[in-house]
């Protein structure tokens, strides 16, 4: 009777895993190489210039700053023989602060771009992964991954220039 038993149970243990192994080959698997979608997107461009149009006050008062550091730094070399000493000493602290106000203004700028950036990305890559979704759902795929967790594919699984395709015209 045991002997039954197990004989029973290692039957039933082997065709379950032959039955998973199945089920498995059977799952259709694609790939998205993200890198490259991003890459050929054409919202990417879009998003660039919306950005660059939404800081350009602040770029072109950075770029004022800049000149008039160089100004001053020009006319301390210059006029160094000429001036008084509080001339000079002037001079100096007024260099000091435009450089102090330039720095403050670069440092906030940066984060200003750089968060504007990536909330951007973010919705990007939202509309990215809903398209990557649609494209699986249409063609059958099971799982898809990002190529760069994978070692091997085969070209046909490879889905990147359908999510790109879906994206460009406007899905």
Do not use: C, H
Not at 18 to 34: E, H, P, R
Not at 89 to 108: G, N
Request: without cysteine; aromatic residues 4%; proline residues 1%.
């Amino acid at each position: 009777m045991k002997k039954l038993m197990k004989s029973t149970a290692a039957a039933v243990a082997i065709s379950t895993a032959l039955f998973a192994g199945a089920a498995q080959a059977q799952q259709k698997i694609g790939v998205v190489d993200m890198m490259n979608v991003f890459q050929q997107l054409p919202q990417r461009e879009q998003i660039s210039e919306s950005l660059q149009n939404e800081f350009q006050d602040r770029f072109e008062e950075m770029r004022q700053l800049e000149q008039k550091v160089q100004e001053l730094r020009q006319k301390q070399e210059r006029d160094a023989s000429i001036m008084s000493e509080a001339e000079k000493t002037q001079l100096a602290r007024e260099l000091e602060q435009t450089i102090s106000q330039a720095q403050l203004k670069s440092k906030a700028l940066q984060e200003d771009t750089r968060r504007r950036q990536n909330e951007e990305r973010n919705k990007l890559l939202a509309k990215v992964q809903g398209v990557i979704t649609d494209v699986a759902e249409e063609e059958g795929y099971d799982i898809v991954l990002e190529s760069n967790a994978v070692a091997y594919m085969k070209s046909d699984n490879d889905l990147s220039d359908e999510v790109v395709e879906k994206m460009s015209s406007g899905n």
